[in-house]
């Protein structure tokens, strides 16, 4: 008995510790940015996107899904569910409550005397100003919260009834969600991240966002399969086909992220305007005194280049890289440490006075310490949140039959 619940898989039991010590760091982050330091904001801005990125990613993977009714993504279905539960998006809404309270803190455009004062942030003031934003935020955090619970609720009650009917029924209803979801998300970045630049915008944007947030999504659930491979539900399910779909998959993101981050640079680059070329203009050795040039953000931009993209693209293009667990397992934390360099370079540069200090600075420190204790309590509710169901769903068989069936 006891090797038996060895070999079984048990998140739950990190949630107690890792919950412990996410909120003693949100704690210490709340009374910092609360007793006037300015700066910790924008490191608990950093540390709340990054977790709300892979968040959505999770929510846009699950939604693909139950509308497509994929192999490849039903091994992760109840760890994507775990990561954008409806509690998952109630915990980061109740996180974010400081900057719905008092956005002048991260947001130019809050101040509307600053506003009333620059003509372009007075023409955009029909769209960003405090009531609309924090309307459109909450809004867009209920949306998701509500249809996943549908989704969640359907795939355990069908758990218990083995009822087509309901599987059917999210197919369905998928679809029509993807088109929102891609309108919301696009709305969701576009209010708390990008307007944090409000003279600067992007019509790459939102599926950029959504495109790296998947790609995180998709490597943190790969990872974790990967690692626990030995373990139940993993060991009846994983044979070397499925993970080479699932890696298949995380090369089209990787191939997705290149596509649209390049054509933001090129949008940019080729139109010329003085308000959009700002955004690499603050991620450039523009940024340091003559001499320093060495130190820059565009240090950061290169590695993006190589270990975002191009490493991973060679790697997933070898077959045996995707069939092999533990190699696959290595190239997805990889693409998770990149992502976490994505989001930095981001959001950091966009925080008033930080693109100055450049990547490392005293404030580094504090950035780190934002996005570990928001993990934490991140990490403590998907651990929750996976003992509220089997791991594997229990009314489709399909990768059983094709396991037991493979030679």
Same mark, same amino acid.
């Given at each position: 008995?006891?090797?038996?619940?060895?070999?079984?898989?048990?998140?739950?039991?990190?949630?107690?510790?890792?919950?412990?010590?996410?909120?003693?760091?949100?704690?210490?982050?709340?009374?910092?940015?609360?007793?006037?330091?300015?700066?910790?904001?924008?490191?608990?801005?950093?540390?709340?996107?990054?977790?709300?990125?892979?968040?959505?990613?999770?929510?846009?993977?699950?939604?693909?899904?139950?509308?497509?009714?994929?192999?490849?993504?039903?091994?992760?279905?109840?760890?994507?569910?775990?990561?954008?539960?409806?509690?998952?998006?109630?915990?980061?809404?109740?996180?974010?409550?400081?900057?719905?309270?008092?956005?002048?803190?991260?947001?130019?455009?809050?101040?509307?005397?600053?506003?009333?004062?620059?003509?372009?942030?007075?023409?955009?003031?029909?769209?960003?100003?405090?009531?609309?934003?924090?309307?459109?935020?909450?809004?867009?955090?209920?949306?998701?919260?509500?249809?996943?619970?549908?989704?969640?609720?359907?795939?355990?009650?069908?758990?218990?009834?083995?009822?087509?009917?309901?599987?059917?029924?999210?197919?369905?209803?998928?679809?029509?969600?993807?088109?929102?979801?891609?309108?919301?998300? $696009?709305?969701?970045?576009?209010?708390?991240?990008?307007?944090?630049?409000?003279?600067?915008?992007?019509?790459?944007?939102?599926?950029?966002?959504?495109?790296?947030?998947?790609?995180?999504?998709?490597?943190?659930?790969?990872?974790?399969?990967?690692?626990?491979?030995?373990?139940?539900?993993? $060991?009846?399910?994983?044979?070397?086909?499925? $993970?080479?779909?699932?890696?298949?998959?995380?090369?089209?993101?990787?191939?997705?992220?290149?596509?649209?981050?390049?054509?933001?640079?090129?949008?940019?680059?080729?139109?010329?305007?003085?308000?959009?070329?700002? &955004?690499?203009?603050?991620?450039?050795?523009?940024? &340091?005194?003559?001499?320093?040039?060495?130190?820059?953000?565009?240090?950061?931009?290169?590695?993006?280049?190589?270990?975002?993209?191009?490493?991973?693209?060679?790697?997933?293009?070898?077959?045996?890289?995707?069939?092999?667990?533990?190699?696959?397992?290595?190239?997805?934390?990889?693409?998770?440490?990149?992502?976490?360099?994505?989001?930095?370079?981001?959001?950091?540069?966009?925080?008033?006075?930080?693109?100055?200090?450049?990547?490392?600075?005293?404030?580094?420190?504090?950035?780190?310490?934002?996005?570990?204790?928001?993990?934490?309590?991140?990490?403590?509710?998907?651990?929750?949140?996976?003992?509220?169901?089997?791991?594997?769903?229990?009314?489709?068989?399909?990768?059983?039959?094709?396991?037991?069936?493979?030679?």
């Amino acid at each position: 008995m006891e090797e038996t619940q060895q070999k079984t898989l048990n998140l739950g039991r990190l949630a107690p510790a890792a919950g412990v010590v996410g909120l003693v760091g949100t704690l210490a982050c709340f009374g910092m940015m609360l007793s006037g330091n300015d700066k910790m904001w924008g490191s608990f801005m950093f540390g709340w996107y990054f977790w709300m990125s892979i968040t959505i990613g999770m929510f846009g993977i699950t939604i693909l899904h139950h509308a497509v009714r994929g192999q490849w993504s039903l091994a992760i279905l109840r760890l994507l569910e775990a990561g954008s539960g409806w509690k998952i998006f109630a915990l980061m809404g109740v996180l974010l409550v400081p900057v719905l309270l008092q956005p002048i803190h991260l947001y130019e455009w809050a101040d509307r005397a600053f506003t009333m004062a620059d003509p372009v942030l007075r023409r955009k003031e029909w769209f960003l100003n405090q009531p609309g934003w924090t309307i459109r935020v909450i809004s867009v955090l209920v949306l998701f919260a509500a249809l996943s619970a549908f989704f969640r609720h359907s795939t355990v009650r069908q758990d218990k009834n083995l009822n087509f009917k309901l599987e059917a029924g999210r197919s369905s209803w998928a679809g029509v969600s993807l088109v929102f979801f891609f309108l919301a998300s $696009t709305l969701f970045v576009t209010d708390l991240v990008m307007s944090m630049e409000p003279h600067w915008s992007s019509t790459m944007y939102g599926p950029w966002q959504i495109i790296a947030g998947g790609g995180a999504a998709l490597a943190f659930c790969l990872l974790l399969q990967c690692t626990e491979a030995g373990k139940k539900p993993f $060991t009846d399910i994983l044979r070397p086909q499925l $993970t080479r779909d699932q890696g298949n998959m995380m090369f089209a993101l990787t191939m997705f992220w290149g596509y649209t981050t390049i054509s933001q640079f090129l949008i940019i680059w080729n139109g010329n305007i003085p308000e959009t070329t700002a &955004y690499f203009a603050k991620r450039s050795s523009a940024m &340091y005194p003559q001499g320093m040039e060495s130190n820059h953000w565009g240090i950061l931009g290169l590695l993006l280049i190589i270990g975002r993209f191009f490493i991973p693209f060679f790697l997933l293009i070898a077959p045996r890289s995707k069939t092999n667990v533990m190699n696959l397992a290595k190239i997805t934390g990889w693409i998770l440490v990149m992502h976490f360099f994505d989001m930095y370079m981001l959001v950091i540069p966009a925080i008033h006075g930080r693109a100055e200090m450049g990547p490392l600075s005293g404030q580094t420190f504090f950035d780190i310490l934002a996005c570990v204790s928001v993990g934490c309590l991140w990490l403590a509710m998907f651990a929750h949140q996976t003992k509220q169901a089997a791991l594997f769903p229990v009314y489709d068989t399909r990768l059983q039959e094709a396991k037991a069936h493979a030679h």
